[in-house]
């Protein structure tokens, strides 16, 4: 019976101590475990803080595009503005160089006819010179009426709605 309780004991021994190294394992393991969980967690709020950076970036890069998208539209409104005043210019542009065109044909018809009057009342005396040149300016004048000048017209600028 000692024999046997001895055998027993030194079995509960060995069992006790692979009970030891196999709690010893699990407890390594566990802290291996532990240690992971945690790595894993601090790289989950990571990735969490980068989340929520690119949620500002997002936000903020909405906000710059709706303000760009914004500025645009100003802008092509502006240059819609702009391109109609330039038409504009370019219309009242060829008007004067028409008109320019036609005084200049015009000074050109008369420069002559200018020229023998000026010789002409050279060769007066001072009296008739007076006289002569009230009756060639009349003439000139029923010849070549002077040219009525039309207003120029004036554009309204249209109403823009307000666009988005």
Known sequence: MLKEALHKAAASETELTEARVKYDLHTKS?????????????????????????DEDLVRAVADARLTRHSLGQALDTLATVQGDLSDLRGRFAAVLEDRTRLERL?????????????????????????????????????????????????SKSKRGAKS
């Open 30 to 54: 566990l802290a291996e475990e532990v240690r992971r969980a945690k790595a894993f967690e601090a790289l989950v709020n990571s990735l969490r803080q980068q989340i929520d950076a690119r």
């Open 107 to 155: 000074l050109a018809e008369l420069a002559p006819r200018m020229r023998e009057a000026a010789v002409y009342l050279r060769g007066l005396s001072q009296g008739q010179a007076a006289a002569a040149l009230g009756e060639t300016s009349s003439a000139l004048v029923a010849q070549n009426p002077p040219a009525v000048e039309k207003p120029a017209k004036r554009r």
